[in-house]
């Protein structure tokens, strides 16, 4: 069984910093994505990095060069370190995990869309203050 569970939000002025942590418990797959949503009152619940177990990865454009995924497998667990800090990175942040895709072509893969997972933590609140 699979269980996610996020820590480190809090509230932050803008341009400040943030450390989200994701601990990982059970086995997903041998190779498996592991990603990070969130979701503003009222609005969808949007994709903003992903990394696959092999260490690729990918981000959203809102958040390039300002947000990174990254892990630390002797803690099982997943991080998203967050700079620069803009009011409309406001929002309930998300762990999420799911077996990897794979072609041929590309290799192992991750989707970005948040139907492409089916492990989910229970969510940590980011505030932004201006």
């Known amino acids: 069984d699979v269980r996610l569970v996020e820590s480190g939000g809090g509230s932050v002025q803008a341009g400040g910093s943030l450390r989200l942590s994701c601990s990982v418990s059970g086995y997903i797959s041998s190779r498996y994505c592991m990603g990070w949503f969130r979701q503003a009152p009222g609005k969808e619940r949007e994709s903003i990095a992903s990394r696959e177990s092999g260490g690729s990865t990918t981000y959203a454009d809102s958040v390039k060069g300002r947000f990174t995924i990254f892990r630390d497998n002797a803690k099982n667990t997943m991080y998203l370190q967050m700079n620069s800090l803009r009011p409309d990175d406001t929002a309930m942040y998300y762990c999420?995990?799911?077996?990897?895709?794979?072609?041929?072509?590309?290799?192992?893969?991750?989707?970005?869309?948040?139907?492409?997972?089916?492990?989910w933590g229970q969510g940590t609140q980011v505030t932004v203050s201006s």
């Open positions: 999420a995990a799911a077996s990897a895709y794979y072609s041929t072509a590309t290799g192992y893969y991750c989707i970005q869309s948040a139907s492409g997972y089916n492990y």
